[in-house]
């Protein structure tokens, strides 16, 4: 695959990927049970914390695909990260950069779970 044609399909998957992180339509959102035990509020702060996320640099997103991030809510360090399936969520997708034969999953956890 040309470099090209490899930068698009990052710019596509990039596209998609924010598009389901900010709105979490597309796809299947998880919660850590660490996260879980620091409370309803909390929860909802590191949920509305990833959605506005927008910290990509080289360091943190080196295939420029926004698939990955770290972040600090009420002084707890968390990580999301998305993961790409097939459609029907038994393999994992052979072109996260094509929609229809991708399902994304976004996790969201404390750093000591990752």
């Keep these: 695959m040309s470099s090209s044609l490899e930068e698009e399909k990052a710019r596509e998957t990039a596209a998609l990927n924010d598009e389901f992180r900010k709105s979490f339509v597309g796809g299947e959102v998880y919660i850590t049970a660490g996260l879980n035990e620091l409370g309803p509020e909390f929860v909802i702060q590191a949920i509305e ?66």
């Design 49 to 114: 914390a990833v959605k506005l996320f927008d910290a990509f640099t080289p360091d943190n997103d080196p295939h420029l695909e926004h698939d990955f991030g770290s972040l600090e809510v009420q002084g707890h360090k968390l990580f999301w990260k998305i993961d790409y399936y097939d459609p029907t969520m038994q393999f994992g997708s052979e072109d996260p950069s094509d929609a229809a034969a991708t399902r994304r999953v976004l996790t969201i956890m404390l750093i000591g779970e990752y």
